[in-house]
T-cell receptor, first 113, second 113 residues
Framework: DTEVTQTPKHLVMGMTNKKSLKCEQH?????MYWYKQKAKKPPELMFV???????INESVPSRFSPECPNSSLLNLHLHALQPEDSALYLC????????????FGQGTRLTVV | GNSVTQMEGPVTLSEEAFLTINCTYT??????LFWYVQYPGEGLQLLLK?????DKGSNKGFEATYRKETTSFHLEKGSVQVSDSAVYFC????????????FGKGTTLSVSS
């Protein structure tokens, strides 16, 4: 099983809304990542969690708030977003010791109106 | 710093043509190298990988060889199909726990019948 599951697949939210993106994996991976991808661009790293602790924050605005409640789950809480935050948000995971490759979910297509 | 450079697209080919997408990298130490593929509206899928010099990664008819002397990891396929139409990303990892991938800008491949 090399599956990373993201929900929802699509999300439309207003600039005053609060919403959350969810990511789940059952591969025993202890590193999990959030990436943001704009159209025709490569993914941009937002956050990295290692052993459920935030290890990298790529200077992401505070309107994005990550959370890792356990080793299988990763959330991204969204609040007061701007239209330019509309993008594909990708979750990924990797096994810290067995190999560096990351496995990606299908992404959440977010539209901020 | 670490970086990945890949040929700009789009690459347009006829079915059964030979494919090469060039990728070169700059990195300290001995990174692992990857090719990911992204089909329209989907997340990234790991296509192949190589973790040390002279390794050849292969999958679904695609191949790439880790060339340390030329710092390259070019993607090749002998006979492309319409279903190969997608965006291809070359990436590297520094092989440290919980470090994220560094991506090239992506190359769009369009195959016509």
């Amino acid at each position: 099983d090399t599956e990373v599951t993201q929900t929802p697949k699509h999300l439309v939210m207003g600039m005053t809304n609060k919403k959350s993106l969810k990511c789940e994996q059952h591969m025993g991976h202890r590193a999990m990542y959030w990436y943001k991808q704009k159209a025709k661009k490569p993914p941009e790293l937002m956050f990295v969690y290692s052993y459920e602790k935030l290890s990298i924050n790529e200077s992401v605005p505070s309107r994005f708030s990550p959370e890792c409640p356990n080793s299988s789950l990763l959330n991204l809480h969204l609040h007061a977003l701007q239209p330019e935050d509309s993008a594909l948000y990708l979750c990924a995971s990797s096994h810290i010791r067995l190999g560096p490759e990351a496995f990606f979910g299908q992404g959440t297509r977010l539209t901020v109106v | 710093g670490n970086s990945v450079t890949q040929m700009e697209g789009p690459v347009t080919l006829s079915e059964e043509a030979f494919l090469t997408i060039n990728c070169t990298y700059t990195a300290t130490g001995y990174p692992s190298l990857f090719w990911y593929v992204q089909y329209p509206g989907e997340g990234l899928q790991l296509l192949l990988k190589a973790t040390k010099a002279d390794d050849k990664g292969s999958n679904k008819g695609f191949e790439a060889t880790y060339r340390k002397e030329t710092t390259s990891f070019h993607l090749e396929k002998g006979s492309v199909q319409v279903s190969d139409s997608a965006v291809y990303f070359c990436a590297l990892s520094r092989n440290q726990a919980g470090t994220a991938l560094i991506f090239g800008k992506g190359t769009t491949l369009s195959v016509s019948s």
